[in-house]
């Protein structure tokens, strides 16, 4: 229950840091903000801060920001005043230029992706602390052969191994016991467990004596700049990695029109998180930093509704000399958003079926 809610403390403070990098870039072009919401509706309350209402709404899965002009509305302020209506021209004209929709390609385009741009550093920050803060070695199983006797002594992915840090210690000391049982201590969920386990004399090819895969954890603790160029390293892997990833699952889903195992949805996420949690708090927040690299690499698919196809049609407007009317941008941002949501249906109907 505490991993649920780490997991879910962490992606909603990694929309909102998202959604702020939008607002920090509005404002840093002085653009009229309407509203900053923490959260989504309904709302809890509300305040006003200059001419920025803020909001702290019931669904705390992020927040969103509302910047004047982005449905591509362009505000009237009263002409009539005083001098005959010169003032109110000129207030008028003030008003309209703090609008999105009134920008240039290039601060449309920045203001975009800046909360991308904001993703990567939260990853990078995130990878770079857990550098900081080290993790002790620990031998984890990756993988557990169907009908092996690790499946038999009920052996599952996640669970630590007690007393190893290295597998060639562990997998000399299982081929030193071939055919004799063995003791394994493991440590699953936080707690500690004795399983006994028969290895094979003979096992079958590409598998070892019990059928488990192994992987290594634990880092050294790092100085903070040490830290600092190994996050960012990390962090340049990962996005690059799952660029080509993401590459994979589109051309397998037009392709095939199937998904590629391994692959995982919002429900998902939650089963692979409390995997890594029983490792421990570290390893989560290592996996938090990922997950805001592949918010980055997804945002900037030039695909309508995200970041990536919001920025392609400014360049097209750029080309073009003139705006994308707004209800055709409304309808094509429409279109990619409900298809967005069918791939997301489709992931999490199969993260359900992996439950039951």
Same mark, same amino acid.
């Given at each position: 229950m505490l991993i649920a809610l780490l997991v879910v403390v962490?992606?909603?403070l990694l929309i909102l840091g998202h959604e702020?990098?939008?607002?920090?870039?509005? !404002?840093?072009?002085?653009?009229?903000?309407?509203?900053f919401g923490f959260g989504f509706p309904p709302r809890i309350?509300?305040?006003?801060?200059?001419?920025?209402?803020?909001?702290?709404?019931?669904l705390p899965f992020g927040g969103f920001v509302r910047i004047a002009g982005e449905r591509g509305e362009f505000e009237m302020v009263n002409p009539d005043s005083a001098d005959g209506g010169g003032?109110?021209?000129?207030?008028?004209?003030?008003?309209?230029?703090?609008?999105?929709?009134?920008?240039?390609?290039?601060? !449309?385009?920045?203001?975009?992706?800046?909360?991308?741009?904001?993703?990567?550093l939260l990853g990078w920050l995130l990878l770079s602390l857990t550098l900081m803060s080290g993790a002790p070695r620990a031998l984890v199983i990756a993988s557990v052969a169907p009908h092996s006797p690790a499946a038999a002594a009920g052996l599952v992915p996640g669970d630590v191994i007690r007393g190893y840090a290295a597998p060639q210690d562990f997998i000399s000391y299982v081929d030193a016991h071939r055919g004799t049982q063995i003791s394994i201590t493991i440590d699953?969920?936080?707690?500690?467990?004795?399983t006994a386990v028969v290895p094979r004399v003979h096992p079958p090819a590409g598998q070892g004596a019990i059928g488990i895969g192994l992987a290594e954890a634990g880092t050294a603790r790092e100085g903070f700049f040490a830290a600092l160029r190994g996050g960012f390293i990390d962090a340049c892997a990962i996005s690059w990695i799952t660029i080509i990833a993401f590459g994979h699952l589109i051309a397998q889903l037009f392709s095939r029109g199937t998904l590629p195992a391994g692959v995982v949805g919002p429900v998902g996420i939650f089963g692979v998180a409390e995997e890594t949690g029983r490792i421990g708090l570290v390893y989560l927040l290592q996996l938090i930093g990922v997950i805001s690299l592949n918010l980055m690499v997804v945002n900037l698919i030039p695909f309508p509704a995200l970041d990536g196809g919001?920025?392609?049609? +400014?360049?097209?407007?750029?080309i073009k000399g003139s705006a994308i009317p707004y209800k055709v941008e +409304?309808?094509?941002?429409?279109?990619?958003?409900?298809?967005?949501?069918?791939?997301m249906a489709l992931l999490t109907i199969r993260d359900?079926?992996?439950?039951?």
């Open positions: 962490g992606l909603s702020a990098g939008h607002f920090f870039a509005a !404002k840093m072009f002085g653009l009229k903000i309407d509203e309350a509300a305040w006003r801060r200059g001419e920025t209402e803020y909001s702290l709404n019931w003032a109110g021209r000129e207030a008028a004209g003030a008003a309209g230029s703090r609008l999105l929709s009134a920008q240039p390609a290039w601060k !449309k385009s920045a203001i975009m992706l800046a909360g991308v741009f904001m993703n990567f699953r969920g936080g707690k500690t467990a004795e919001r920025f392609v049609m +400014a360049i097209i407007e750029k +409304a309808w094509i941002n429409g279109a990619g958003f409900a298809l967005l949501l069918a791939l359900v079926r992996g439950l039951l």
